[in-house]
T-cell receptor, first 111, second 113 residues
Framework: GEDVEQSLFLSVREGDSSVINCTYTDSSSTYLYWYKQEPGAGLQLLTYIFSNMDMKQDQRLTVLLNKKDKHLSLRIADTQTGDSAIYFCAASGAGSYQLTFGKGTKLSVIP | NAGVTQTPKFQVLKTGQSMTLQCAQDMNHNSMYWYRQDPGMGLRLIYYSASEGTTDKGEVPNGYNVSRLNKREFSLRLESAAPSQTSVYFC????????????FGPGTRLTVL
């Protein structure tokens, strides 16, 4: 089955850019997602990208997809303390009901 | 528009006790899901319901049962709780299998002693 991998921790200074990376194994994944989880809360969908795209930008968020290497990244520009959270990468196969999640990257923003 | 709601928020059980976690969505979504989240494990799918009247096993279904009561509600039952079921449980829903954009509830934190 699908496997999604992410690094577990990232620490950045306020105002810098953050880049969170993710790799997945199933080349037939059609949608790839980034979710944010704040302490004690559920997951909030931040953005997603369709597999025929290589980039998507949404305000401070930029998603890059390298389909050949099965690599996804989330860039957060001008990172703020409110961005401190766990970020999950997830992948969905064509017509599948199931999302496969990575273990999450904990982003810590240093003031 | 409350989105996805879950009850209870917290629960402590003794080994062998049973309980039902409730989930409801008001977005008219067809599909609903139950996940568990454990430290260092990410989210793992327990069961899902593609539409009203259907349910299917996910990655970790053992020890759980589900009921899709109607389009809005999807419950998760632990018949005989075990300490290994100590976890945070999330319900989610989605409207479109193609894009499968899932919306999550706030979670239920369950401790089994």
């Amino acid at each position: 089955g699908e496997d999604v991998e992410q690094s577990l921790f990232l620490s950045v200074r306020e105002g810098d850019s953050s880049v969170i990376n993710c790799t997945y194994t199933d080349s037939s994944s059609t949608y790839l997602y980034w979710y944010k989880q704040e302490p004690g809360a559920g997951l909030q969908l931040l953005t997603y990208i369709f597999s025929n795209m290589d980039m998507k930008q949404d305000q401070r968020l930029t998603v890059l997809l390298n389909k050949k290497d099965k690599h996804l990244s989330l860039r957060i520009a001008d990172t703020q303390t409110g961005d401190s959270a766990i970020y999950f990468c997830a992948a969905s196969g064509a017509g599948s009901y199931q999302l496969t999640f990575g273990k999450g990257t904990k982003l810590s923003v240093i003031p | 528009n409350a989105g996805v709601t879950q009850t209870p928020k917290f629960q402590v059980l003794k080994t062998g006790q049973s309980m039902t976690l409730q989930c409801a969505q008001d977005m008219n979504h067809n599909s609903m899901y139950w996940y568990r989240q454990d430290p260092g494990m990410g989210l793992r799918l327990i069961y899902y319901s593609a539409s009203e009247g259907t349910t299917d096993k996910g990655e970790v279904p053992n020890g759980y049962n589900v009921s899709r009561l109607n389009k809005r509600e999807f419950s998760l039952r632990l018949e005989s709780a075990a300490p290994s079921q100590t976890s945070v449980y999330f319900c989610a829903s989605s409207s479109d299998r193609g894009k499968n954009e899932q919306f999550f509830g706030p979670g239920t934190r369950l401790t089994v002693l």
